[in-house]
């Protein structure tokens, strides 16, 4: 089964390094929480927030350690009015055995605001 594992973190401003530092950090907490190797992922969709536009948060996926073959897309969310700024989200596709409840989405930093109903589960 291919299940989604979602994730978000914000970052404090729109900086080339912080953008990949912060992706690099909720990509490990992603794989941590829920045991993903770079051989069970069929592919990771990356989007920012448009007020993000100093570096691509794919490029942390791509370079992380293992990761060189892992197909990543990225791409802008929609700018609606009120939502949360300086936002990165993942979208990891991984074959996995586990139930959809037992996945854990990771969500970092005021991303935590997305959904309180996932985090610390």
């Given amino acids: 089964m291919i ?8 970052i404090k401003q729109n900086d080339a390094d912080e953008i990949l530092v912060e992706t690099t950090k909720l990509l490990q907490a992603i ?5 993903v190797t770079a051989d069970s992922v069929s592919s990771v969709i990356a989007t920012t927030t ?20 892992v197909p990543v897309m990225c791409m802008h969310e929609m ?10 989200r ?5 074959e996995t055995d586990v139930s959809q409840k037992e996945i854990q989405h990771i969500y970092l930093n005021d991303a935590v605001k997305l959904r309180p109903d996932l985090v610390n589960k």
Avoid at 3 to 10: L, M
Avoid at 50 to 69: H, K, L, M, N, Q
């Fill in 31 to 35: 794989i941590e929480a829920n045991n």
């Fill in 79 to 88: 700018d609606v009015e009120g939502a949360l700024p300086l936002c990165i």
């Fill in 50 to 69: 448009p007020d993000i536009t100093s570096a691509f948060p794919a490029r942390a996926v791509r370079t992380y350690e293992g990761w060189d073959y």
């Fill in 90 to 94: 993942l979208m990891v596709h991984v």
């Fill in 3 to 10: 299940r989604g594992i979602r994730g978000a973190i914000t």
